[in-house]
Each structure stands twice: as C-alpha cells, then as structure tokens.
C-alpha cells in the first residue's frame, strides 16, 4: 500500500491579468509545507503535478522548503478548468474586476451555476474539454499511480481535479463534488491510501502546516 499527498497549489493571483502565478503568499505557504514533510521526515518516490505555472511554482516551493530535488511527471489533465470559459458560458456579458466582496460572491455564484450545467452537458464552455473528458484526465493519473508507484507520491494539483478525484472514488454527487471544490484552500493536503486495484480517501483540506498560531492570517482559499 502506498500513500498519494494530494496538494493545491498555494494561494494565486485572483483577480489580476494572470492568474495562474503564486502571489508571494502562495510562494511562502508552498515552501512552508515542504518543511513541513522535511520535519515529519517524509520522503516521496515519485511526484505527479499539473502543466499550470502555479501547479510548478507550488512544486519548487515545496522541493525548496523539502530540500529535495526531482523531476516531476508532467500530467495536463490535473490542469484546472478555465473558470472564466465557465462562467462565460452561461453569463457573456463582461463582468468587473471581484475586488469588492460583493462581486467576489457574486463571481462565485455564476461559478457554481456554469460548474453544474457543464457537469450536466447543458453547456460547453469554449475550449474546455467535455466534463466526462475532464474526469476521465483526473482518473487516468490515479490510474497511472496504482499501476507504476508504490510509497509515498506527491501529486499537486487544484481544487477542482482534487475534488474530482475525490468525488470519482466516494462516487459523489456532481453537487456535491461542487461542494467540496469551492471548499478547498490553498496549499492544502489530501491523502489516498492506495493498492494497484484502489484508492481509498484518509483525509481531505488539510493545512497541517499552517496550524501554528503564527500562520494564521496564511490561510486562504484562492
């Protein structure tokens, strides 16, 4: 039996032109969990990461903070969905910046309603693959996991092909897998036990890391 840490990538850049690039708090919460593993003398065997800027920019972090070095198996289908394209689909009119709370909710809202009608095939947002076509490139990195790993496996990731992963093995609900990834913070760690025939979820959202205190105001969700 091996064991899959699952990590979001630590907190981006909402709101400005680029999302996909660490804010420096994203940069500190990525390198504080790399000493977090370092102090539990944690060792990875192998380490699985999405072909997003901030998914490699979370893995140096980490690899910094571990003092280890690796190279990771690049899997485009752990890249997030285009939540932009989501919301685009049911919502084509141009929305403001969400730097208010009021708009950052609101953003939120239309996320959740695009989310569950292109779970439900209602819409196809521009450039997106098919919400089956997505779970299938979240299930074939686990697949690959099962099949070629064994101890311990870094995975890093977003929130939504975490959720997803996570609602492929419990068999969820779409709803509810909605649920658990507007939940999701950043830099947070999930864990599967696995065998070569299964995965099986031990915990979810966890910031072990940041339990201190001190990194108190560290913890966000975007």
Not at 92 to 106: C, F, I, N, Q, V
Request: with cysteine; proline share 6%.
């Amino acid at each position: 039996m091996g064991t899959l840490y699952l990590v979001r990538h630590g907190q981006a850049s909402f709101g400005a032109d680029d999302y996909d690039r660490l804010s420096e708090l994203g940069h500190r919460q990525s390198e504080r969990l790399g000493e977090y593993f370092k102090g539990k003398g944690l060792e990875f065997q192998a380490v699985i990461t999405g072909t997003l800027r901030r998914h490699q920019e979370t893995f140096a972090g980490i690899a910094r903070g571990l003092d280890w070095q690796a190279q990771p198996v690049l899997w485009p289908g752990l890249n997030e969905y285009d939540s932009e394209a989501v919301i685009h689909a049911i919502h084509p009119m141009p929305l403001p910046k969400p730097d208010t709370p009021e708009l950052y909710r609101h953003h939120f809202r239309l996320l959740r309603d695009g989310l569950t009608q292109w779970m439900a095939g209602v819409v196809s947002p521009r450039g997106m693959p098919s919400y089956n076509d997505f779970v299938h490139g979240v299930s074939s990195a686990l697949d690959h996991v099962r099949q070629n790993c064994e101890g311990n496996v870094l995975l890093v990731s977003s929130g939504g092909p975490i959720s997803t992963a996570v609602g492929h093995i419990l068999g969820t609900t779409p709803e509810a897998t909605i649920e658990l990834n507007l939940r999701i913070r950043n830099s947070s760690v999930t864990e599967f036990h696995f065998t070569p025939k299964r995965h099986s979820l031990v915990t979810y959202n966890t910031l072990p890391h940041l339990d201190h205190p001190d990194h108190a105001s560290w913890i966000t969700h975007a």
